[in-house]
């Protein structure tokens, strides 16, 4: 039997693209750059599955143009909000994600980033390479303890409730606020809020672990940073589009928020040159999932999913 052709648009990690190119035709795009609205169109005539990243837009307009060969979807992420997916239901094309796998990792890109954020790992990394450390006081680069502070996380899934068990290890009160309340052995301990405001309130350190969806967008707006005690570090690893960045700007010259850690920004790649002013908001380049291990895994999970799709299961991670 003839193998099955896919087309994978970025640069996969080694393992992944040694496995795919064994059990399928494979066309990778090896310059890696972002497969655009025209060569997801092109490609949907040649391959019978894609393994896209959030880089690659299957937006309505798309969807509507794709040639019916394509057959499947099968993402290298686990946010899907690059994709509509009632639109790809609608073209009867199958859509699936990559969870789990990648939890630990961005829980470890969610701490770096808020020990840095809260401990001024910007500045103090630029006074010393630039050799602008001339001083040592009681009084300098002085900043939270997350020992003993309220930690609120907004999205107890997987990626979230990964968070609380680091943080758990630095002696913080985790609160969350959940769609549902977790089981008590899941919970353990945490203390749940049935609406984000509660949760605003109490949190010293706020991280965001929720999809973007149209009904998380600017969730954190400036009515709510406004609830955030005076001091709050906030932390955002999910998506870009949760957080009214010119609110969250406001909140840190303000004074109101004492720092932020940001992985993902409303615009990507580039991020929000307003932010880079600011000592006190420390930035990565969307790179929550970005380790070695969590890459193969996210490679083999979305080919397992290739996988059982064309043998003609149900495949383990299908959205739609
Ligand atoms: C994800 O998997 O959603 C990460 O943000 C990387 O795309």
Known sequence: MSKKVIWIPRRLSDATLERARRDYEVIVN???????????????AKVDGIIPCHSEHFSADVVAQLDPRLKIVAN????????????????????????????????????????????????????VRQGEWDSWSPSFMVGKQMTGARLGIVGMGRVGRAFAEKARGFGMEIHYHNRSRLAPDVEQGAVFHEDVE?????ADFLSLHCPATPDTVDL???????????????????????????????GIE???????????FKVEPGGNPAFAAHENI??????????????DAMGFRALDNLDAFFAGHEPGDRLV
């Open 30 to 44: 090896e310059a890696d750059t972002p497969g655009s609205a025209e060569d997801i169109v092109a490609m949907s």
């Open 76 to 127: 290298h992420s686990v946010g899907v909000d690059h994709c509509d997916l009632d639109a790809l239901k609608g073209a009867g094309v199958v859509v699936t994600n990559t969870p789990d796998v990648l939890s630990d990792a961005t829980a470890e890109i969610a701490m770096l980033l808020m020990l840095g954020a809260a401990r001024h790992a910007v500045r103090g990394d630029r006074l």
């Open 198 to 202: 509660s949760l605003l309130e109490v």
């Open 220 to 250: 954190l707006n400036a009515e709510r940073i406004a609830k955030l005690p005076k001091g709050a570090v906030v932390v955002n690893t999910a998506r870009g589009a949760l957080v009214d960045e010119d609110a969250l700007l406001a």
């Open 254 to 264: 303000s004074g109101h928020i004492a720092a932020a850690g940001l992985d993902c």
């Open 282 to 295: 420390f930035m990565l380049p969307h790179i929550g999932s970005a380790t070695r291990a969590t890459r």
